[in-house]
């Protein structure tokens, strides 16, 4: 077993982490622990913003305009 810490949180966090726990625990039919539910939060913690792809999509000013109009008129629907 690898070294273990131990850590302080909130009551308020802890009790959402339990609560993160029983979700886990009914989609992977079967008992998890605090770890495994850290385990399965971290990466989500790591993923890309939309924002981190501003700027990414090189488009003409055709291609502008086209989805302009095209959200203009889903917005009337």
């Keep these: 077993m690898e070294d273990a810490k ?3 949180i909130s009551p ?6 339990n609560a993160f726990m029983g979700i886990l625990s009914d989609r992977l039919k079967r008992r998890v622990s605090i770890d ?11 993923r890309n913003k939309p ?3 501003a700027g990414a999509w090189v ?7 086209e989805i302009k109009k095209s959200l203009k008129e889903l917005w009337r629907r």
Excluded: K, W
């Design 6 to 8: 131990t850590i302080t």
């Design 12 to 17: 308020r966090i802890y009790a959402e982490l």
């Design 36 to 46: 495994d539910a850290l385990e399965n939060l971290l990466p989500r913690a790591h």
């Design 51 to 53: 924002s981190d792809f």
């Design 59 to 65: 488009m003409s000013d055709e291609e502008e305009e």
